[in-house]
Structures are given as C-alpha cells and as structure tokens.
C-alpha cells in the first residue's frame, strides 16, 4: 500500500509518517521547505533578470505568474486561514515586487 493510501495524500502526513514524527512537527518541516524553494525560486529569478534571453525572461514572467496565482489561491481559500489571524505560516517573501 502507499503512504498516501496510509496516511493521506497531504505532504504533512507524508512527512510525519516518514520521519515518525508529529503532525505539528512534520507542518514546521513542510512549511520550511515550502519556504525555502520559494527564496530559491525569487534568488535565481532576480539573478537570471539580466540575462539576455528572450525566451528565458518568458518563462521565468509566465513561471512568476503561475506562482503569484497561487500565492493568491492560498491567501484567499479558507482551507489557509487560521480564525481571524490570516493566512497560515506559508507566505510569499516581499521583495518590492
């Protein structure tokens, strides 16, 4: 049987089932690696906004895009929201954009 099909298909379940560890844990582990691509993400995309490929500058606005949508997603559904405190710990790094 899959993990999914043990634990659920959600990445904390995942976590918690392969680390043996928590819920509330395996949520601090997801959201640190949530986090972590994303400034990965936003660090290769302000160092790759002077290179001079069409195609490259493309993709990496179309790639932002994608991400703005789904940062939008996240801020708007309730699934996300935690009483009347916002958005959970998973949030887009401002960088003046």
């Not at 099909?5 to 582990?29: F, L, M, N």
């Not at 906004?49 to 994608?66: C, I, N, S, T």
């Amino acid at each position: 049987m899959a993990i999914a099909e043990e634990v659920g298909y959600d990445k904390c379940s995942g976590v918690a089932a392969d680390r043996g560890c928590s819920i509330e844990e395996a949520t601090e582990i997801t959201v640190k690696l949530h986090n972590d691509l994303i400034h990965d993400f936003e660090a290769g995309h302000r160092s790759r906004q002077a290179v001079p490929y069409v195609e490259l500058q493309r993709f990496m606005r179309g790639l932002r895009a994608w991400m703005g949508g789904a940062f939008e997603w996240h801020d708007s559904n309730p699934r996300y929201k935690t009483g009347d405190s916002g958005p959970t710990a998973v949030k887009r790094a401002d960088d003046g954009r």
